[in-house]
């Protein structure tokens, strides 16, 4: 209740302070700064390994970090379990591997944590995540299976469902790497939706002309820190930091 | 074209004959070695069982011991102390009745329409009650008789659902532990299930029904059968707890972290996501952990338990029967045979249809 | 207070601590109760009454025993009766198991329906149903004086009584290792020598070190014969009873067949799975180079089958070992019905128990060690070969 409270105060949606992440020995994040206001799409970029999964699985508690702050609507991430479960439910995530789950219909995956964590009656779970399904173009599938759609067509799903929980902040973990290239557009048009009605994103994408479209910001990550923020234009053009201009070359391709 | 439609039929068959059985001389050593040992099993066993064999009581012991072949008199004299030990012998059509609802429960629960958690704890918990109510009476105007009366077949197949009804739940409780991130609790549950696994179940039904009463308060102790009961029980959750463990391992971890993120907690995550994929994973084990333990249901033998075995015991062991013995071990085996094999059959069906269906 | 069970590092710690602690208070409560129960029997608790003499005799035992010899020496003697019954077990379980096994994979179609019929069949019945069916069998043989006679041997309701042959415990034991040498050394040669060597060359050296040990055997025989005796000692009636020989009493050989039939089916199945993992391609690969079906099948299908299922074949060994404590269903000394004898003669239960849990921890994991430096060594190397 205390998390649930404190959300709804004003302040960034995620701020990151000084953030320390290790497995083992190795340092996978190094003094992490970001602030991340309502509303806004930050797009987060780099060479495999940079870290950018980790500062997302982060902001979830997916993995916990070892040292710095992590504010989110407000309220800290620390060990107040109430706050885990609280953050959890006001931020939707979207994996790689989609990660639907796969003895459960399409419309059953989007009903479930509505029903059981936000306590909403069976029929208003149902209008709502038929609405959703509807957004993501795939109304018609809801009787479905998982393992019976297409991979764009799950991720689609699997917004929908993060989407059903009426987050208010949205994490993508490189969701269009898993697809087949044909099925790229029909999940990023989906984002870019999403993106126009001011929904708070952070998006972890090797997608650059998603990112050209959408970002408020970009974020260039490498070796675990920060190396680069700025808004689209100014990050593809005039970049002068070299680590930043090499990566761009090989995502580019030229 | 024509060759093929005229070939006549006879010599394509004796064709087909030496191609599979003789094609080479090591083959057709093989073949013949083979068939003469089927030939001499098959009429040996068809000879003693039923040409020679005695089948009605009429005779009495006396004729039947002078037959040739098997003695099927004994079964026919003794086979309601074989399937109801001593229970009351007008009360025993309660007895045979609780045993057809455990196998209609077995069947029941073969059913892929019952394969959700709460299904198959219905048709189980159901099952049990009722076996219960009609074996020990004293309500609906059932006269009472007490465990220490049960016996035979119906004994046998308590043992085994009431291991499976509370190892179940308790293998999956151990499975969880052990999975657990905290260092603690899953080193010490490991503990507890790798030593219970290094030790052989007899000495675990011996120290439940014999030791087990010096360390326990006297108001813990419990009947003897429940002891061994919870002993067997024990022993089988050990083992599923490690069936059901390698279920989860075959769930990805995606999976749990996809619940996690929508805000279900850790019951939410492990009742809906990761158990259901996890049983299903692991069915085909889960099957053959029940074949398993079905067949060392017979161990209660030893603790002194009057089940199927020694009811079989008793029956040849005192008197004029006393030469038949292996007539009632050979109805024995049948009757484990029947159970056994068909739920292995049935398990082995799965697998394949499992396989086929692997996504 | 409440802010502090909320937190999880608290929280975590307040499981662990209560998980374990409940744990180790119901053994310890457990211990302590059982410990005040046997005292009040008049039983002091402590490892003293294993060297007190135990009044009781064993009817199997390779080492000699008498009712006057202490606690700790019968428990030897179960632990030796227990692996040797174990290890009689699982050498003919495996031959059985290889047998079928190998005519379940074989390509004729008869054998394979015999094979998968043994197996059907054995497989599902229980054992100890096999143990006592065998043991009535046995039990119901003709007494001595009309005993079935063959080989020198004599098959009768007390047993199976065979030649032996005259000779010092010692010299027994050095010619059964010799005889052992005898069939692992030209394995164990042919396996060293490997390729390398022409066919020709490996046979000579295999054959030489079989016929190094049988002529050891041999010497070992005849220094170690007993004085004034025949060399070998034949079982003879005597009045009404047998004597000479050794007698094999039938509750051993129960446990014995019954071990090798039912884990023979197990076994077998282990066989079949192993030969089924061998690939297609992998024989493919060797017919097409032009080997024999003789050679395909010893250098290819068989190493490769061997790999498989061995980490599975220790498991079903380590099953068979503890399938041992049947003995107490027929009244066979084993380990485990020492220690239930100990445990109704002397009251000592605590001690006798930790015992039991001791002594199959040791044989567990030894066995398990074994297995492991056999799967090591012949583990393929590297992890690029398996598809």
């Known amino acids: 209740m205390i998390a649930g409270n404190s959300t709804k105060s004003g302040g960034p949606a995620v701020r990151l302070e ?120 795939i109304p018609e599938q809801a009787m479905k299976f998982p393992g019976q759609l297409s991979g764009g067509q799950q991720q689609r799903v699997a917004i929908a469902r993060a989407l059903c929980m009426q987050p208010q902040i949205m994490l993508f973990d490189e969701p269009t790497s898993a697809l087949d290239p044909e099925m790229i557009s029909e999940v990023l048009d989906v984002m870019v939706t999403l993106a126009s009605e001011g929904m708070t994103m952070i998006c972890v994408t090797h997608e650059m002309g998603f990112a050209r479209r959408v970002a408020d910001r970009v974020v260039f990550m490498d070796a675990g820190e920060i190396v680069e923020e700025a808004p689209p234009e100014e990050f593809f053009s005039a970049s002068r930091n070299e680590r930043t201009q090499r990566f761009l070359s090989q995502v580019l391709g030229h | 074209m024509e060759m093929v439609v005229v070939a006549p039929p006879a010599p394509g068959r004796l064709e087909d004959l030496k191609r599979r059985f003789f094609a080479t001389p090591l083959q057709a050593l093989l073949s013949l070695i083979s068939l003469a040992i089927m030939v001499f099993v098959v009429w040996k066993l068809l000879n003693w069982a039923v040409f020679s064999a005695v089948f009605t009581t009429s005779g009495g012991p006396e004729a039947c011991q002078a037959a040739a072949g098997a003695c099927w008199s004994v079964i026919a004299a003794r086979w309601r102390i074989i399937l109801f030990g001593l229970y009351p012998f007008e009360e025993q059509w309660r007895s045979a009745l609780a045993c057809v609802v455990v196998v209609v429960m077995t069947v029941l629960s073969c059913i892929p329409a019952f394969w959700t958690g709460r299904r198959i704890a219905l048709v189980w918990g159901a099952g049990a009650a009722l076996y219960y109510v009609l074996m020990k009476g004293g309500v ?99 083992y599923q707890a490690e069936i059901v463990r390698g279920g989860m391992q075959g769930v990805p971890a995606g999976q749990e972290e996809a619940a996690m993120a929508l805000g279900m907690s850790y019951w939410q995550r492990i009742g809906l996501i990761v158990l259901p994929q996890a049983m299903r994973n692991a069915l085909p084990a889960t099957i053959n952990q029940f074949v398993i333990s079905f067949k060392e249901t017979s161990l ?49 069906f799965l697998e394949r249809r499992m396989a086929v269906g692997e996504r | 207070m409440v802010s502090l069970l909320r937190n999880q590092k608290v929280r975590n710690a307040l499981l662990q601590v209560l998980y374990v602690g409940s744990l180790a208070a119901m053994v310890l409560a457990c211990v302590m109760i059982a410990r005040r129960n046997l005292a009040a029997q008049g039983i002091t608790s402590g490892f003293d009454f294993l060297f007190k003499s135990t009044g009781w005799d064993v009817n199997f035992s390779l080492l000699p025993a008498t009712a006057n010899d202490p606690y700790w020496w019968y428990f ?49 019945i229980p054992l100890i149903l096999q143990v006592f069916f065998w043991y009535a069998v046995i039990t119901h043989l003709p007494t001595p004086r009309a005993a079935h006679q063959g080989l020198g041997m004599l098959l009768t ?30 394995v164990w040669l042919g396996r060293t020598a490997r390729l390398s060597r022409p066919v020709g060359e490996r046979l000579g050296i295999q054959v030489a070190g079989a016929a190094a040990a049988l002529v050891c055997a041999a010497i070992i025989l005849a220094v170690g014969r007993l004085p004034d005796l025949p060399l070998v000692d034949f079982p003879a009636l005597q009045g009404l009873n047998l004597r000479g020989g050794l007698r094999i009493p039938p509750e051993f050989s129960a446990l014995a067949i019954a071990i090798a039939i039912y884990g023979g089916s197990y076994i077998a199945e282990i066989v079949r799975g192993g030969f089924k993992s061998v690939g297609k391609g992998q024989m493919e690969a060797a017919q097409s180079l032009g080997l024999s079906p003789w050679r395909i099948f010893t250098l290819v299908r068989l190493p490769l089958a061997l790999r498989a299922m061995l980490p599975i074949l220790a498991n079903q060994y380590v099953w068979l ?67």
């Open chain 1, 18 to 137: 000084n953030l320390d992440k290790y497995y083992g020995t190795f340092r996978a994040l190094r003094n992490v700064n970001l602030s991340v206001e309502r509303g806004e799409k930050i797009v987060v970029c780099g060479p495999s390994g940079s870290g950018k999964s980790t500062m997302i699985r982060c902001i979830n508690r997916l993995e916990q970090h070892n040292g710095g702050r992590i504010t989110v609507l407000g309220a800290e991430l620390n060990d107040d379990v109430g706050n885990i479960d609280g953050i959890r439910r006001e931020v939707g995530m979207v994996f790689q591997h989609f990660n639907l789950f796969p003895h459960m219909t399409v419309l059953e995956n989007c009903m479930l944590a509505p029903m059981i964590v936000r306590k909403q009656p069976r029929a208003e779970a149902e209008v709502r995540a038929r609405r959703y399904l509807e957004k993501v173009r």
């Open chain 2, 140 to 238: 609906l105007g059932l006269a009472y008789v007490g465990e220490e009366a049960w016996g035979g077949l119906a004994l046998t197949l308590f043992i085994f659902v009431t291991t499976c009804l509370i190892g179940f739940p308790l293998a999956i409780c151990l499975a969880l532990l052990r999975r657990s991130e905290l260092p603690w609790i899953s080193r010490t549950t490991g503990l507890v299930i790798d030593g219970v696994r290094s030790l052989p179940l007899i000495s675990i039904l011996f120290t439940f029904a014999i030791v087990l009463p010096f360390a326990l308060p006297q108001w813990l102790q419990g009947d003897k059968l429940y002891r061994v009961i919870l002993g067997s029980a024990l022993f089988f959750s050990a």
């Open chain 2, 300 to 348: 209660v033998v030893i603790v002194g338990f009057f089940e199927i075995l020694a009811s079989g015991n008793a029956a040849y062991g005192t008197g004029e029967w006393r030469f038949a013995y292996v007539e009632v071990y050979a109805f024995i085996a049948f009757i484990y045979f029947i159970f056994v094999f068909s739920l292995s059959r049935y398990g082995a």
């Open chain 3, 76 to 124: 030897l003697i179960g632990i030796i009766n227990t692996l040797f019954l174990g290890s009689t077990g699982l050498l003919m379980a495996t031959v059985v198991g290889t047998i079928v096994g190998l005519a379940r994979t074989s390509s004729n179609e008869l054998a394979r329906l015999l094979g998968r019929t043994y197996v059907d069949i054995f497989r599902n």
């Open chain 3, 157 to 186: 309701s007390r047993g199976l009584y065979v030649p032996v042959p005259n000779v010092g415990n010692l010299a027994m034991v050095a010619t059964a290792v010799a005889l052992i040498a005898a069939v692992v050394l030209p």
């Open chain 3, 321 to 387: 070992m503890k399938a041992t404590t049947m003995g107490i269903a027929v009244g066979f000394t084993d380990f485990f019905m020492i220690v239930a004898l100990t445990i109704n003669h002397s009251g000592q239960t605590l001690e006798a128990i930790g015992i039991l849990m001791a002594g199959f921890l040791a044989i567990n994991l030894s066995l398990a060690a074994v297995f492991n430096r056999i799967n090591r060594a012949i583990a393929l190397k590297g992890n690029q070969l398996r598809g």
